[in-house]
Every structure is written in C-alpha cells, then in structure tokens.
C-alpha cells in the first residue's frame, strides 16, 4: 500500500463497527449504507444483528461480513466461543474477530489460551481470523505472548482493543506488537482512531488494517476532519 | 429485612463480583477468600472462572456461586446464550444473570428479547435467572418493557447493570424499575453502588440484592467507609 493512506485507499483498509450494546437494527442500516457508499472493507456486528447487516448491504457487496467471537471480555469458555463461532461461520460471516481470554494471560495461563486460539481457528478454517488482545489491560511480554500464539496459530491478524476498555491503540502499544510479529501477521488496530496523524504513525508501524467507529470513518475518508494532514 | 441494612445482613445481600476481563486467578482467589470471609450472599466470575471459584470456595461454601451469561454486550445470538447457560448449569453455577439484547429491545423487536429471555429461563429451570437490563442505555419505556418480561418469564430478579458501561444503579431507574415491578420480582441494583446512603435510599425502593465491587463490599459490612450513615 501506498502511503499516507488516504480516501478510497484508506477505505479499504478501514473496518467500520457497530458493537457497542446500545447499537440498534437502524444503527446497522446506516453502517450498511456507508460502506457501500464508501468502499470499507470490512463491517462489525454483533453476532445476532449479521443477518440484519448481510440484508442491508443487499447482494452482491463488496464489504466483508464481520463478527466477533467471545466479545468483549474474552471470559466466556472455549465451548461457548467455539459453538459462537461455529454459528456464525454458519450464518455466512467472512471474518471473525476472537477475543483472547485476558484473565487467563494475565493469570499467566498461557496454555489455556493457546488451546483456545487454535480450537476456534481450526474449527472456522480456512475462514480469517483476528486475535483481538485488548492491550489495555496488557503488560508489554503479554502483548508479546498474546503475538506469538496469534503468529503460531496462523490468525490472519493480531487486533489491538475492543473499543470497550478505557484504552485503545496506542502509539506505544503498537509498536511492541510490530516488534513481536515483524511483518508474520497483519496489525490491526482499533479503539480511540481519530485522526490522519494517528493512522499515518501507525501505517508507519505496519498497521494495515483499522477499526474505526463509523462515523469517524467516514468523516475520514471523505476529508471532513484532519483535512489539514491530507495530501 | 430490617432497614437500614448493616454488617452480616447487609452481606447476606450483596453479590460480590470480578467480572471484568482484567480479572486473574489470583482476583478469583481473593474473591472466594472475602466471601467465605463475610458471607456474602454469592460471587460471580465471568464464565471460564466458575470452576476455578468453586474450588477457591471449598466444599460446604455458603456463598452461592453465579455467572453471567451473553455479557456484557447482550450481542450474542440466542443460540450461544442457550449453550452458554447450559453449559454454566453443567458447571454447578446456583445462579445466572442474563444479558438481555439491548440492541433488540432499543430497536423494538421486543418479541425476540422475550422469546430469548424465556428460552434461556426454561433451558436452566429451576435455576434463578437475574434479567439484566443495562439500564443506562435504556428509555424509561423501555426499562418498563424489560421489567414486564422478566415478570412474565419467572425470572428471579430484575438486575440493573453490567458494571461495564458508563452508568449504574440511580435512584432514578431504580424507581422506574419498583413502579413498574411493585414487589412481582426482586431487583438488584449493581453498579457505581459506594456508600450507604445509596443502599439505603435503594433498599427504601426494594431492592433487595445488591452487585457491588468485592473492595468495596468489605469496606462496607466492615464498616470503613460510611460509617457516619451506620447504626
């Protein structure tokens, strides 16, 4: 990709999300009609609104279905993850966000969520799927930790946070990941996006892919708010 | 129950709790302890850590042990919340809190949130199941709607909040909730609950259990922070 990221280019490397509790069938409605608009790439509901969400963006989209697993606080157990993502391999998702058990990395259980990354991604294979950490609540050799297993599980990409926590992607953040994973597996980053200084720091850092709430997004790729950073 | 309430009676009403994903091995731990402790009327873990409480608690345990289910979001496609739930039975969990479908309910399909509040409190029968609302994100209408079907469905409690989003338990909407319950079911009121002028003017209202920080909770049968507003 070519960089600064901007407009269509950058469209395509954004994923627009309603996943917050509140989020309703008119909330999704809009999503879909501003990534068809727009060219997202990607588009993230909670499991149950993705059937509302394949309908709103009608035939033949060329926006992804995405959903997450487990989320948002990875607590859930591994039966309960997989028949989720199970199910929504089912209702036709394209790509699935799993969230990691954070208790039990931070617990230092690394075993037990290893087994968890790999159980959901063999089970929704060859279907892509990002190893959500949210990093917030994540120590720098977590985070490395968190990197390897996504790295040797074969996740499609390490994501950084939720949009839940009190943190997001940080610069700082950012970085430790790039230094684990060095290219092996796609970064995304999400949580607090805001601005072009933030997304070009963090292409910068091989970020290729941001989850961004919808109406940021869209103010970004069509020029709206940090014009001045644009090309 | 005598008001105001205090000391080993005011615990015998309080669900203590680590359900956020930070939560380690070690806050479980430190849970089961203060429990056993104080006799705290249940503790609740996010779902991967029921087995871990129950064994931290020990054999002959006074404190009921609950779990939630399809929390914090309510996103979760009703199928998941069956295995879920199921799964928690299974487990021994003596007490379930379900998340309802916020996005659902805000979007007025308010026959899916009811086929799935009733599903899930037949699939666990007789298990006491708390309909959690989320009332922060909710109309007083639509606060009343949630309390009608938790009413209908025999659900044990109308509980307020997750903990998780920006407001808890208020005066407010706790008295939205007892006019529109009027004592058909008991109302826990969790969330931001920090001192005893709150539990008092909560307990004025019925509620009867209360969702508070394990910190917290010790602080307050304990006697001290508050201790002003004590007998």
Same mark, same amino acid.
């Given at each position: 990709?070519?960089?600064?990221?901007?407009?269509?280019?950058?469209?395509?490397?954004?994923?627009?999300?309603?996943?917050?509790? +509140?989020?309703?069938?008119?909330?999704?409605?809009?999503?879909?009609?501003?990534?068809?608009?727009?060219?997202?790439?990607? /588009?993230?509901?909670?499991?149950?609104?993705?059937?509302?969400?394949? %309908?709103?963006?009608?035939?033949?989209?060329?926006?992804?279905?995405?959903? =997450?697993?487990?989320? =948002?606080?990875?607590?859930?157990?591994?039966? $309960?993850?997989?028949?989720?993502?199970?199910?929504?391999?089912?209702?036709? &998702?394209?790509?699935?966000?799993?969230?990691?058990?954070?208790?039990?990395?931070?617990?230092?259980? $690394?075993?037990?969520?290893?087994?968890?990354?790999? /159980?959901?991604?063999?089970?929704? /294979? =060859?279907? =892509?799927?990002?190893?959500?950490?949210?990093?917030?609540?994540?120590?720098?050799?977590?985070?490395?930790? #968190?990197?390897?297993?996504?790295?040797?599980?074969?996740?499609? +990409?390490?994501?950084?946070?939720?949009?839940?926590?009190?943190?997001?992607?940080?610069?700082?953040?950012?970085? *430790?990941?790039?230094?684990?994973?060095? #290219?092996?597996?796609?970064?995304?980053?999400?949580?607090?996006?805001?601005? +072009?200084? $933030?997304?070009?720091?963090?292409?910068?850092?091989?970020?290729?892919? +941001?989850?961004?709430?919808?109406?940021? %997004? *869209?103010?970004?790729?069509?020029?709206?708010?940090? &014009?001045?950073? #644009?090309?």
């Amino acid at each position: 990709m070519t960089l600064p990221l901007r407009g269509d280019e950058l469209a395509r490397h954004i994923d627009v999300s309603c996943v917050q509790a +509140f989020h309703s069938a008119a909330d999704i409605a809009e999503l879909a009609r501003i990534a068809n608009a727009h060219g997202f790439v990607a /588009a993230h509901v909670l499991p149950h609104f993705v059937p509302r969400l394949q %309908a709103n963006l009608g035939a033949g989209a060329k926006t992804l279905v995405g959903a =997450p697993v487990g989320f =948002p606080s990875g607590g859930a157990t591994t039966a $309960t993850k997989l028949a989720e993502a199970r199910e929504l391999v089912t209702m036709g &998702a394209q790509e699935l966000d799993l969230m990691i058990n954070v208790g039990r990395l931070i617990s230092g259980d $690394t075993a037990y969520v290893d087994a968890e990354i790999k /159980a959901v991604i063999d089970a929704v /294979a =060859p279907l =892509p799927v990002k190893v959500l950490l949210e990093v917030h609540y994540l120590s720098d050799d977590q985070i490395r930790i #968190g990197c390897e297993l996504a790295i040797k599980r074969k996740a499609a +990409f390490v994501k950084t946070s939720t949009g839940w926590s009190p943190g997001g992607a940080t610069i700082d953040k950012v970085r *430790v990941i790039r230094e684990a994973t060095r #290219g092996a597996i796609g970064i995304k980053a999400s949580g607090g996006i805001r601005d +072009f200084a $933030t997304i070009d720091a963090l292409s910068e850092l091989g970020v290729t892919r +941001f989850g961004i709430n919808s109406r940021v %997004a *869209v103010e970004l790729v069509t020029h709206q708010v940090g &014009a001045g950073n #644009g090309r």
